[in-house]
């Protein structure tokens, strides 16, 4: 059984493309648990810097605007919003200059470390019964969580939901840059294509979305001992 009140911090990794975000939230929705989107905090963060006409390639500047960056995130798998100084950013923040800027902040280790901080506040701040899913969640952010898991697929499929996730509206060559090209400079700060000692790699290559969360539910449950049913 899973009970209420006791500590359940599901840390997920994973690359582009992997599912991360949808899977987690729907894993969390089906647990009880809340949902803590990482890479929403990077694209937050590079919203305003972009915005703000901050350079990206200023690392005190962006460490800085990291540092006082007035964010909030909903902590509810059943209701997604971002905002930034109060003002709704939750779909600004998933346009194509976004996301191929995020990058550039995501490698900025001093606003890294900024965000890193926030984001073992907020697993305090839910009671540590949350779902938190981003790059360096199980050896950095959450290294002693309940369950650590790294959620991946091949590059062909990855590439294939972000198409379908951005309704068609990206070239080969902008799904690249989104997906292979950003996994490549990420990880030259953090390692999130390999698991770690003690994670469990979910391959979703060849999952359908369902299959994918009952695979990370079970094995959430295998982990602290609950109860499942076979299917």
Sequence with gaps: MLHLGKPLVVAIDGPSG????????E????????????GAMYRALTWHCVSHRIALDDAVAVEA?????????SLS????????????????????????????????LGARTQLVRRQQ???????????????DIT?????????RLLLTASEEARMARRGIQLGGSQSQEQLAVQ???RDAKDST???????????????????????????VVHAVLDAVGGHRKNG
């Design 77 to 108: 798998p059943d209701q997604e919003y971002v905002r930034v100084a109060g003002q709704d950013v939750t779909d600004d923040i998933r346009e194509p200059a976004i996301s191929s800027a995020v990058s550039a902040v995501a490698t900025t």
């Design 27 to 38: 894993v969390a929705r089906r647990l009880g648990l809340a949902y803590l989107d990482t």
């Design 65 to 73: 605007a990291s540092r006082a960056l007035d964010l909030e995130l």
């Design 189 to 215: 700060v953090v390692e999130f294509q390999r698991a770690a000692d003690g994670v469990l790699t979910v391959d979703s290559s060849h999952m359908d979305f369902e299959q994918t969360v009952m695979a």
């Design 121 to 135: 506040e907020t697993i305090v701040r839910a009671g540590r019964r949350i779902v938190v899913e981003g790059r």
């Design 139 to 147: 050896t950095v952010v959450a290294p002693a969580a309940e369950v």
């Design 18 to 25: 992997s599912g991360k975000s949808s899977v987690s939230r």
């Design 179 to 181: 997906v292979l090209h």
